[in-house]
């Protein structure tokens, strides 16, 4: 079983930055494709961005492009979500997920959240 603790979150004004942080439980985190997500109050729970196990492809959002970046390091075991320039519109609990192989049936293990709130 992987447990993945999400970090990072918090509340700031528009146009400001935020990196979130997730760490994952385990010896093979290296071999999981890593996933944002986020849910915003009366939405369903919508794909941010993906990262693969070894950081080579990443893939976003059309709403985050150029402003959001997925990374990873495999030594710590953990993924980033680097946020900048961000909008109200960007509110929301934002998760990360693991992916394993062979990375068909959806994603395998989910964190609690993290609360990203962004005033205007």
């Known amino acids: 079983q992987v447990q993945l603790v999400e970090s990072g979150g918090g509340l700031v004004q528009a146009g400001g930055s935020l990196r979130l942080s997730c760490v994952a439980s385990g010896r093979t985190f290296s071999s999981y494709a890593m996933a944002w997500f986020c849910q915003a109050p009366g939405k369903e729970r919508e794909f941010v961005a993906r990262i693969t196990w070894s950081g080579g492809s990443t893939r976003y959002a059309d709403s985050v492009k150029g402003r959001f970046t997925i990374s990873r390091d495999n030594a710590k075991n953990t993924v980033y979500l680097q946020m900048n320039t961000l909008k109200p519109e960007d509110t929301a609990v934002y998760y990360c997920?693991?992916?394993?192989?062979?990375?068909?049936?959806?994603?395998?293990?989910w964190g609690q959240g993290t609360q990203v709130t962004v005033s205007s």
């Open positions: 997920a693991a992916d394993r192989p062979p990375y068909r049936d959806g994603y395998d293990y």
